[in-house]
């Protein structure tokens, strides 16, 4: 045990603790838009490569890079389970995670265990830190993961590469790779606009930043603005770029993508498209897809249903409540934050959710993750169709974020489904940006300051009372504020509520659930990947 504050004994940090810690001291509390922090120079980059003895390595990796504002993890997802499936042992460097930082580095479809993870970590962290020097200072947080996922790949023997690009594309720490077998870009959209640029042209021009001469590229259909600019940069390579046209879902042979909604078959084409480029690129004309689109090979199909991601549309049941028989709550998380993925969520979750409701029989013969509504909770509420429906809003967004592009493009999509939330809650996320693993909790007793979450609610009202404008009853925007913040509500009003912790908010859903059971409480978790995580993490537990 170790000594705590007072002299009071506290547990020792544990191995991976140590490896968080460590990792917690890289991550800069600057905005990412600032660029005054010598270690932006992306030169830095190949620094740092030569130092891990990476700078041979990586040329030999057979990569698949793929870049994009929304689908781009999905697609990614996709493409590795399709090679996995192929054969070939695969690796997989994907952001953000949702739990555990391990989930960034899949190997073969699994997490990397914590005995190779805490290995390379320190292999690489104490080199870095052994040759550290004022010009080439420690790598910030995401460039020392990339790195990190670099060195687990090669040292791991991949057959194969699959790199989703962290943020933008140009100068993302994944694009030290100066040969790829084939990039992808996906959807895009208007997301980290500080950084990227305030129009699409611009947006889409940082995301082509992962082109490389006379390296195939495929994307798939595009707004003219950004089309135009990815044409251009193409040109400017000599890069043959291609239009990956949506999965035709005939091609599964009646199964459904391991991923739901439509969007994915947009992603599910580009995945396609990347893994018989890949194939052909590297020699493997053995399992030819590319003249045969009238009929996938059956390890495209398989890799295609079996697919999974966690935090895009997942449905996940409240396990306290389903372990004691009382009450029915069932999370359904989505980690959407841009407007456009804000309404394909808000599409998901009403048709979702309606689907769930329309069903009598609950049974699910096939099982899996992230799945259709019934087929995910399978026999563990077999009795409570009969039960009355109510959706409940668990909301928060990074304040870069533009709440009013948000909200209502959610509440708009829902309503026009005939799907309205009875009351949204507003939270802080649990996990604070600046700390990674158990460290990233905050104390207990810390103040939390709701400003932004109260600003949410204030958006939240305000569309409400256009909503309901014309009827008689006036709503009560201001709502009735509790002063002492160790309440569990801080303000509530009559179609919303501030809560001062998630743990407070769920405990309100789980005793509204155990109260009224004549109900069915279907919550949508969305607005920011890391809230998602943190509901994972304590409905989980």
Request: with cysteine; net charge negative; glycine share 8%.
């Amino acid at each position: 045990m170790a000594e705590g504050e007072g002299g009071s004994a506290r547990p020792a940090a544990s191995p991976f603790d140590e490896a968080m810690e460590a990792l917690s001291s890289l991550i800069t509390k600057r905005s990412r838009a600032d660029k005054s922090n010598k270690g932006d120079r992306f030169d830095l980059l190949f620094d740092y490569l030569k130092i891990l003895d990476l700078d041979q390595q990586i040329p030999q990796m057979k990569v698949i890079h793929v870049a994009g504002t929304k689908g781009k993890g999905s697609t990614c997802t996709f493409t590795e389970s399709i090679l996995r499936n192929c054969g070939f042992r695969t690796g997989l460097f994907t952001s953000p995670h949702l739990i555990d930082v391990r989930e960034r580095f899949r190997l073969d479809g699994e997490d990397i265990c914590e005995e190779k993870f805490l290995a390379y970590f320190w292999w690489c962290y104490d080199r870095l830190k052994e040759k550290a020097s004022e010009d080439v200072p420690m790598p910030t947080y995401f460039r020392f993961l990339a790195l990190l996922a670099f060195k687990i790949f090669a040292a791991e023997q991949v057959d194969v590469a699959i790199l989703e690009v962290g943020l933008g594309g140009k100068f993302d720490a994944t694009n030290v790779v100066e040969a790829p077998i084939v990039c992808g870009i996906s959807s895009l959209g208007f997301d980290h606009m500080e950084i990227l640029g305030d129009t699409l042209g611009k947006i889409a021009g940082e995301k082509a930043g992962i082109f490389k001469r006379g390296v195939p590229a495929f994307t798939v259909p595009q707004p003219d603005e950004a089309m135009q600019v990815l044409e251009e940069k193409a040109s400017q390579l000599d890069v043959n770029l291609q239009v990956a046209l949506p999965l035709d879902a005939n091609l599964l042979n009646g199964l459904k993508l391991g991923l739901v909604g439509e969007h994915q078959f947009l992603n599910a084409g580009l995945a396609v498209a990347l893994c018989c480029t890949w194939l052909q690129r590297t020699g493997h004309q053995d399992i030819n897809c590319l003249q045969q689109m009238s009929n996938l090979p059956e390890q495209f199909i398989k890799g295609l249903t079996s697919a999974s991601l966690q935090g895009r549309a997942q449905i996940v049941p409240d396990r306290l409540l389903n372990s004691e028989s009382s009450g029915e709550l069932l999370f359904y998380l989505d980690g959407a934050h841009s407007p456009e993925s804000m309404e394909v969520c808000a599409k998901w979750f009403s048709l979702a959710v309606k689907e769930e409701n329309q069903h009598q029989n609950w049974c699910n013969p096939q099982g899996g993750d992230s799945k259709s509504a019934n087929a995910l909770i399978g026999n563990n509420f077999g009795k409570s169709s009969a039960k009355i429906s109510t959706q409940i809003l668990l909301f928060n967004c990074m304040s870069v974020r533009d709440p009013k592009l948000l909200l209502p493009r959610l509440m708009n999509t829902c309503a026009s489904y005939g799907v309205h939330f009875k009351k949204a809650l507003f939270v802080p996320n649990i996990s604070v940006y600046y700390k990674v693993g158990s460290n990233a909790l905050p104390p207990s007793n810390s103040q939390v300051d709701l400003s932004w979450q109260l600003a949410l609610q204030r958006v939240w009202e305000n569309l409400i009372q256009g909503e309901k404008e014309g009827e008689a009853k006036n709503i009560d925007i201001a709502g009735d504020e509790v002063r002492d913040d160790t309440e569990p509500c801080i303000k509530s009003c009559e179609n919303s509520a501030v809560f001062s912790s998630l743990p407070l908010a769920l405990k309100w859903l789980r005793d509204n659930a155990q109260q009224n059971r004549s109900e069915r409480f279907q919550v949508l978790v969305t607005g920011s990947l890391h809230l998602v995580g943190d509901v994972l993490r304590i409905v989980k537990r």
